[in-house]
């Protein structure tokens, strides 16, 4: 008797166990996200770069800022910036002889999950001030989200 008890518990757990996963997968709006190629990831997050270097050589703000999102923040000295601000920033460094060289990154890494990546890149200030070039070479960091067309685009640099 309590074999056959033990067996029916067995399948009534089994049978509920089945329901639960069932269950559990009509709750979920999506499939369950399973780990990316994160090396193809980085080489995609390297090819936005190229194109965001491409449109700061071309001193395109409206093409710069198509490369962040609507919610983009960008800390500015002691305050937070938005993509409005960053447009309007360089139409206006562009119109007074200010430009930047942007390198690819040296740094990509992207979630195991492929909705977030960092990367750590260098870029050149050139500043012409009264004839004479200014050059500083600096470092950045950047913090990008993948979008829902598969795109990356930056959420914040700094």
């Given at each position: ?19 639960l996963v069932v269950y559990g997968q ?133």
């Amino acid at each position: 008797m309590l074999g056959k008890m033990k067996k029916l518990l067995f399948v009534v757990s089994l049978v509920l166990l089945f329901c639960l996963v069932v269950y559990g997968q009509v709750l979920l709006k999506e499939k369950p996200k399973l780990p990316v190629n994160t090396k193809t990831e980085a080489n995609a997050v390297n090819e936005l770069f190229m194109a965001w270097a491409d449109a700061f050589e071309a001193k395109d703000a409206d093409r710069i800022c198509s490369f962040v999102t609507d919610d983009f923040v960008f800390g500015y000295g002691d305050s937070i910036r938005d993509k409005k601000w960053l447009r309007e920033f360089y139409i206006k460094s562009f119109s007074e002889g200010v430009s930047w060289k942007i390198h690819l990154p040296v740094i990509v890494e992207v979630s195991a999950l492929g909705e977030l990546a960092f990367s750590v890149n260098s870029f050149d200030y050139i500043a012409v001030t009264k004839g004479e070039i200014i050059t500083t070479k600096s470092w950045g960091l950047s913090v990008l989200k993948k979008q829902k067309d598969g795109s990356w685009k930056f959420v914040s640099f700094k």
